[in-house]
């Protein structure tokens, strides 16, 4: 989640000046940029123009001063000068990435050294694992979502990486860092949806469906074939968990060129998919799947849609969009496809690729009886943040 650093043009200052941006990624009104270190009120100054004339380092500490910013854009922005004993300027300007990247291009540009934003409560000394997933609790999707990153910035991972550290120095641990990986796509899942995409052949009710599946009515249905043609996403939760759903053109060889493009886009989206819906029509029992086989071998629901008009075959999931039948038995199958085993409160899980990665190399070492490999690659995890 951490931001990649900006390389400074001028050595950075000796005892170092940290520039980091305290709101969230995205679009929001006003973004707060955070210096602080020795050489705050400096960088600042060489950055900010007073609409008052008088630099911050003629203000007292506790001074909000409106300016503007030196650049070609002239931002206007607001300067809060904070901190005794400790220097710390907060730079408030528009919420655009652009201008976030301008402001801290141009302090970076000054000697500061961009962080990622420290939340006000980490605890001194708390592992690098711990701090990413209070970073990762900015961008949880959910409410469910925010629990479950809750509990690793409380210091659930941090605790079952220590307990696996102690196992791996007693030669065990294999069992404890696999359960602990098998949980690290639900963890970045938490902060970027699952992507599920409905499709099957032209009129089955793909649309139908996924209005169904939403609760409201987003994506025009209609009786003839091959009507949807562009991709249509939106964002759902399933039993709390984050999910974008996509809608697609009917798949089948179309002559008119709009809704051939509209099948190409269809067949990008089943590459992207974590989990395909193959929706079939239980009026056309015999009909085989529309799915493609260049399709990923990835998660596969077949979905028997229209059960109203006929039975669907004994066992399957079947649903009725125009009823609403079988609509909640789809929603909680997603689910259990998705998060097979819903960790428990309290459970500990990686929370991003690179702690995914660490972990994956730490059970590689563990599984070839490199211990002393395996119990680095989970240190390195453990070490406080901010140390690299
Ligand atoms: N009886 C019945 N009709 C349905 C059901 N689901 C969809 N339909 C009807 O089937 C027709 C096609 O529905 P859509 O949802 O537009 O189908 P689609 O798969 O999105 O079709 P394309 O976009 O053309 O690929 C419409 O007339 C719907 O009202 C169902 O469960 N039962
Ligand atoms: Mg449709």
Not at 121 to 127: F, I, T
Not at 274 to 277: A, M, V
């Given at each position: 989640m951490s931001e990649k650093p900006v390389v400074s043009g001028k050595p950075a200052m000796s005892a170092q000046t940290a520039v980091s941006v305290q709101t969230a990624e995205g679009r929001g009104a006003v973004a707060v940029v955070q210096v602080t270190g020795p050489g705050a009120v400096d960088a600042v100054d060489a950055c900010f123009l007073a609409a008052s004339g008088?630099?911050?380092?003629?203000q007292p500490p506790g001074a909000i001063r409106f300016g503007r910013w030196?650049?070609?854009?002239g931002e206007e922005v607001v300067v809060v000068r904070r901190g005794s004993p400790d220097p710390a300027v907060e730079v408030h300007c528009h919420g655009g990435a652009a201008a976030v990247r301008a402001v801290v291009r141009d302090l970076v540009a000054q000697g500061c050294v961009q962080q990622p934003a420290r939340p006000e409560?980490?605890?001194?000394?708390?592992?690098a694992v711990t701090l990413d997933a209070q970073l990762a609790l900015r961008h949880a999707l959910t409410e469910r979502a925010v629990g479950v990153l809750l509990d690793q910035a409380e210091g659930a991972l941090e605790r079952a990486l220590r307990e696996i550290a102690d196992s791996l120095s007693a030669g065990g641990g294999v069992d404890q860092l696999r359960q602990l990986l098998d949980r690290a796509e639900l963890g970045q899942r938490l902060t970027s949806p699952w992507r599920v995409v409905l499709a099957g052949a032209?009129?089955?009710?793909k649309s139908s469906l996924i209005n169904a599946l939403l609760g409201y009515s987003r994506a025009i249905v209609f009786d003839?074939?091959?009507?949807?043609r562009d991709v249509l996403t939106a964002a759902a939760a399933i039993e709390g968990w984050p999910v974008s759903l996509s809608d697609t053109a009917g798949l089948r060889a179309a002559d008119d060129p709009t809704e051939a493009a509209g099948v190409e886009l269809a067949r990008q989206m089943l590459q992207q998919a974590?989990?395909?819906?193959d929706i079939r029509d239980a009026a056309q029992p015999d009909a085989p799947s529309?799915?493609?086989?260049?399709?990923?071998?990835t998660r596969r629901l077949v979905v028997w849609n229209k059960q109203d008009l006929a039975p669907a075959p004994a066992g399957s999931l079947s649903t009725s969009a125009a009823t609403g039948q079988g609509v909640d038995d789809l929603l909680a199958a997603i689910a259990r496809s998705l998060v097979p085993h819903p960790p428990e409160p309290g459970a500990a899980l990686p929370v991003t690729a690179a702690h995914a990665e660490q972990l994956a190399r730490a059970l590689a070492a563990a599984q070839r009886g490199d211990y002393a490999a395996a119990l680095q690659a989970v240190q390195a995890l453990l070490a406080p943040a901010g140390s690299d």
């Open positions: 008088r630099p911050l380092a003629q030196r650049d070609a854009s409560h980490a605890p001194p000394g708390a592992a032209p009129n089955v009710g003839q074939p091959g009507t949807t974590d989990l395909i819906l529309a799915i493609p086989a260049d399709a990923p071998a």
